[in-house]
């Protein structure tokens, strides 16, 4: 249950009192009830398509905290895990200097309250409100889709979500909290969410300035809002401009007369990570054959960082651009992994998505005589 007005006051005026936190720096600091200690509070940034890990404590007294640098104000994600529960997470926004007082009644994250003088964590709060019940009930299916029932129910949660704020968005002022609520929207178009308003969401961007529109936000929502027509099986394969890991250009052209598996995949992914030894497997049981081109959704740091850590070799490539809204989009990937086995006369032979030991190569010996 949302904590009453007088409790977030109380939360702020202490914030006013509490030591000033240095210039390159947020602090955040909860108070959570009914939740037993030792119960772990994890804090996340979104980068791309995962969650980077910034900070784990462990709750004592109820208490727990986070601090670290920043240089503008940003969006993070607080979570907890209790036992085997771990449920959905509350988004806080920090800033340089700023102290967050977080309170929570339950181990419901997502109904935790941040408390600050950051005007884009009461815009937040503003969304947050609208759909609250909506959110409250996503959760709870989190892990209980058992049947189409449930499937379709959980999509029709969305759809609510999307329409109110979409709704509310028609008389609210373009902020940065504005232009992600919008591009979170758009991009539930592309799995049939939300598309009885994607008429206001277009009315919506027309209500962008020039600069927001140019900025990696307002490009991705354009492209959201304008997606190029996707491909699939018997379709001529899309190209497009993509980047090894030291800054080199490549196009899958460069394979045409072999076939192309394309493995389109995060490192926040499980399932994705699993796969890459058989990846590696099938380059070397088919090489000259077959090129596997693994192409990254991940921010140029975060993909990096892996590819060293992990030692990956081969066509390791990153279409570099903001957002899933290149190639990805363009070859119909909705969740990860997502396989496209291109023939050599450049014809889309196969498509598939997730991973199962030895599932790969049962694939390849499939398609490949």
């Known amino acids: 249950m949302k904590q ?60 727990f905290s986070f601090r670290d640098t920043v240089v503008f104000p940003k969006v993070v994600q607080i979570s907890v895990t209790v036992g085997d529960y771990r449920g959905g997470t509350l988004d ?3 800033a340089p200097g700023k102290r967050i007082e977080v309170r929570g009644e339950d181990k419901q994250a997502w ?25 409250c009930e996503l959760n709870w299916f989190q892990d209980m889709l058992n049947t189409q029932q449930d499937f379709a129910r959980y999509m029709e949660l969305f759809g609510q979500v999307s329409e109110k704020t979409v709704r509310r968005m028609q008389t609210a002022p373009v902020t940065r909290v504005w232009l992600n609520k919008l591009a979170e929207c758009a991009r539930l178009l592309q799995f049939g969410i939300g598309t009885a308003h994607k008429g206001e969401m277009l009315a919506l961007y027309d209500r962008m300035t020039e600069e927001q529109r140019q900025s990696p936000m307002g490009r991705r929502i354009d492209a959201y809002l304008n ?93 570099l651009v903001d957002g899933d ?5 363009r070859y119909g990937v909705k969740e990860i992994p997502h396989f496209v086995l291109i023939a050599p006369d450049v014809r889309i032979q196969d498509v598939w998505q997730g991973y199962g030991k030895g599932s790969l190569l049962e694939k390849m010996e499939q398609n490949i005589k």
């Not at 884009?120 to 969304?127: L, R, S």
């Open 4 to 63: 009453p007005l007088s409790l977030l006051v109380a939360a702020v005026a202490a914030t006013a009192c509490a030591p000033a936190v240095p210039a390159g720096e947020f602090r955040i600091v909860g108070k959570i009830e009914n939740v037993p200690d030792g119960a772990v509070v994890r804090l996340y940034e979104p980068q791309g398509q995962m969650l980077r890990g910034i900070g784990v404590d462990t709750l004592a007294g109820g208490r």
């Open 92 to 94: 806080v926004w920090v």
């Open 111 to 135: 109904l935790w309250e941040a408390a600050s003088d950051i005007a884009e964590q009461a815009d937040e709060d503003m969304y947050c409100a609208l759909v609250e019940p909506q959110i």
């Open 227 to 319: 997606p190029a027509p996707a491909v699939g099986a018997g379709d001529r394969l899309v190209d497009g401009d993509l980047y090894d890991a030291d800054g080199n250009l490549h196009r899958l052209a460069e394979f045409i007369g072999k076939y192309i598996l394309l493995d389109f995949w995060s490192a926040g992914c499980g399932p994705c990570v699993q796969a890459i030894p058989e990846l590696q497997e099938i380059a070397r049981k088919y090489a000259g054959r077959v090129a596997v081109v693994s192409i990254s959704q991940d921010p140029k740091p975060v993909w990096k960082e892996f590819i060293a850590e992990k030692q990956l070799v081969g066509n390791q490539w990153n279409e």
């Open 325 to 329: 809204t290149g190639l990805g989009m």
